[in-house]
């Protein structure tokens, strides 16, 4: 899997993302609206696609990620730009821009995980449906009943 491709797309969607929404309601600098999509592109790919989406699957994952980028968005944002209340709207429409846009990259995730096991399954010399790991033996010397 290349995981500076989907490093590139979270990056870019987080860039458009912080650029609609916080630009829409601050005067946001350049440098904290890449600072802010630096941040949770990395919060969210090493929480959502490396931990969550493998294990729970896509639904939870992007209800994490909608969350993560929230919560972050909102705790970061409001000491940086100096608005409590309006940056709860601009992380708000934040995190639903890129929840849309982590659907696409789910999507193409989860399509290359399943041809990296088919792979890998293909490449093993047993059989997955017959490989069972069970032993079944009987005590060679049967323990005696001390008094």
């Known amino acids: 899997m290349n995981k500076t491709i989907i490093f590139i797309l979270k990056f870019a969607a987080s860039l458009i993302a912080f650029a609609i929404a916080l630009d829409l309601f601050f005067d946001a600098a350049f440098a904290d609206i890449v600072s802010f999509s630096l941040l949770v592109t990395i919060m969210s790919y090493l929480l959502g696609d490396r931990i969550i989406l493998p294990r729970l699957g896509n639904r939870n994952a992007l209800i994490s990620d909608f969350f993560l980028v929230y919560a972050s968005v909102w705790v970061f944002g409001s000491v940086l730009l ?21 659907v696409f990259v789910h999507t193409y995730m989860l399509n290359r995980m399943e041809i990296a096991q088919d792979n890998r399954r293909s490449e ?24």
């Open 82 to 102: 100096n608005s409590y209340l309006q940056i709860a709207w601009g992380s708000f429409i934040a995190a639903g821009i890129i929840t849309l846009a982590e």
């Open 124 to 147: 093993s010399g047993m059989n997955p449906r017959l490989a069972y790991g069970m032993e079944m033996a009987e005590e060679k010397e049967p323990t005696k009943d001390w008094e």
